[in-house]
């Protein structure tokens, strides 16, 4: 049903084998080579979410900055939910925000961790529970697995990370182990649990840190937001705790998926964060350069002629036929408003209401 994704993976998952595989000193059945195949497997998938992920930190940063104006927007349309949601998209597209591009890089990865998964589960089909097969040991090593083939198959089932098979768990059951017999020793608990374990400890406390780096840098509101303050603390305690408890049931090339993952996020995140502080540092200071460049020098008086100007210019340039002229800041009143020099004021223009010079009416005249 989900063949679409277990293609892929195993495809990636393949050609890594193929390359590592042709090492001489490591060769097809080694484990390392089988573990570095499971590790670029990781690096390949997050090389191309690369640009996602800064678009998630983009968003992220964004979301913080418009915190304030969707409060208002909370508080200022409360009872009514349905202006609130319009109003909170209408913002929203005003900023060019997407939320989806803030989940796209978690969403990404999820089909990947089930399709690999999957696809290792299926490089030993000998299990009897929910979803497996129950194959015989010899049935499993000559049946094919997606992009691997027979003699795919039987050099995972022969590879070996210090004595323990990639595929197998902590609590995996004796009649799964038997299926790894034809190819040297069948493995213990103690011999899955050496290996195991430090990676669930690297892994718990890789998820720790790479948390507390994305928290330490929220602004103090979305810290300050009661549901980020819960997110937080189960990112920072909830989910390593979970790599502990969970790790006996997965697959050791799953914890070096975990490991792998986490370690290329912890630097990813240190390149991207500083990418985009020095890219907003260097938009600061244009900003104060150009206010620097617009504010009058000290001691200068400022120019008011050129904005007065600007508004009495009409459209073809010209000054209108009401406004006053100004001569190196001086105002002079139109020449309608002065006598003309017979004593008498100059009469209006044909259609124009006729104006007092003083804004008082004539007196009449008695009779």
């Not at 969707?70 to 597209?93: F, H, N, P, V």
């Not at 790790?247 to 914890?255: D, V, Y």
């Not at 073809?316 to 006598?339: A, F």
């Amino acid at each position: 049903m989900l063949d679409f994704i277990y293609y892929p993976v195993s495809g990636i998952l393949w050609v890594w084998h193929k390359v590592f595989g042709a090492i001489p000193f490591l060769g097809p059945d080694s484990g390392i080579t089988w573990a570095l195949s499971v590790v670029f497997l990781v690096f390949t998938l997050r090389a191309v979410l690369y640009k996602p992920f800064v678009k998630q930190v983009r968003t992220t940063r964004q979301m913080q900055e418009l915190q304030p104006q969707i409060k208002a927007l909370q508080k200022k349309y409360s009872g009514d939910r349905q202006r609130q949601a319009t109003e909170m998209q209408k913002l929203q597209k005003e900023h060019g925000f997407n939320p989806i591009m803030g989940c796209l890089p978690v969403l990404a990865q999820a089909p990947v961790f089930i399709g690999l998964f999957h696809v290792l589960r299926s490089f030993n089909r000998t299990g009897t529970g929910i979803g497996q097969l129950g194959m015989s040991v010899e049935a499993n090593a000559n049946t094919p697995n997606y992009f691997f083939s027979v003699e795919d198959v039987q050099s995972f089932l022969s590879a070996r990370l210090f004595g323990a098979p990639i595929s197998a768990w902590i609590t995996m059951p004796k009649a799964q182990l038997d299926a790894f017999a034809a190819y040297g020793p069948i493995p213990t608990v103690l011999n899955i649990a050496v290996v195991a374990v430090p990676l669930m400890v690297i892994a718990s406390i890789a998820t720790h840190f790479n948390s507390r780096a994305s928290v330490g840098r929220q602004s103090p509101e979305a810290a300050a937001n009661p549901q980020s303050a819960i997110m937080n603390k189960l990112a920072l305690w909830v989910f390593p705790l979970g790599v502990l408890v969970g790790g006996p049931f997965l697959p050791i090339a799953i914890l070096l998926y975990w490991v792998s993952n986490n370690i290329w996020t912890y630097g990813q995140q240190h390149i991207v964060f500083r990418r985009i502080d020095a890219e907003e540092e260097e938009k600061k200071q244009a900003a104060i350069a150009r206010r620097a460049d617009n504010a009058p020098k000290p001691g200068a008086r400022p120019d008011l002629t050129k904005k007065k100007k600007k508004s009495a210019t009409a459209t073809d340039g010209s000054l209108s036929d009401n406004e006053p002229e100004i001569v190196e800041g001086v105002i002079e009143s139109d020449v309608s408003d002065q006598p003309s020099g017979d004593g008498s004021a100059s009469k209006p223009k044909p259609g124009a209401r006729p104006q007092s010079n003083r804004g008082k009416s004539p007196k009449r005249k008695r009779r």
